[in-house]
Nanobody
Framework: QLQLVESGGGLVQPGGSLRLSCTAS????????IGWFRQAPGKEREGVSC????????KYADSVKDRFTISRDNAKNTVYLQMSSLKPEDTAVYYC????????????WGQGIQVTVSS
């Protein structure tokens, strides 16, 4: 059973940067596409970014394009989300998830981690 754990969240000022990590245990991450999702209070969950199993394909929501970068290190069983030029509207709980596709649903989910962008 694949288990995912997010780390690297916290409080950052507008314009700042954070790097989220999603580390897998219990199984290998390398056969799965990995997505990052977020949910802000009172809002629906939205897909932020996704990376294919090989790392060769990435996709981003329009709201984060050119500011966020997804990458993976299969040897470390870890996927990263580098977030730059953060805005208050990026404040949310961020989740990583694993599936065979990049879509709105996933087979395995992490517990989520808070990212707060505020001065």
């Amino acid at each position: 059973q694949l288990q995912l754990v997010e780390s690297g969240g916290g409080l950052v000022q507008p314009g700042g940067s954070l790097r989220l990590s999603c580390t897998a245990s219990g199984s290998t991450l390398k056969i799965y596409n990995i997505g990052w999702f977020r949910q802000a209070p009172g809002k629906e969950r939205e897909g932020v970014s996704c990376i294919s199993a090989s790392g060769g394909l990435t996709k981003y929501a329009d709201s984060v394009k050119d500011r966020f970068t997804i990458s993976r290190d299969n040897a470390k069983n870890t996927v990263y989300l580098q977030m730059s030029s953060l805005k208050p509207e990026d404040t949310a709980v961020y989740y990583c998830a694993a599936d065979y596709l990049c879509g709105d649903y996933a087979l395995y989910w992490g517990q989520g981690i808070q990212v707060t962008v505020s001065s």
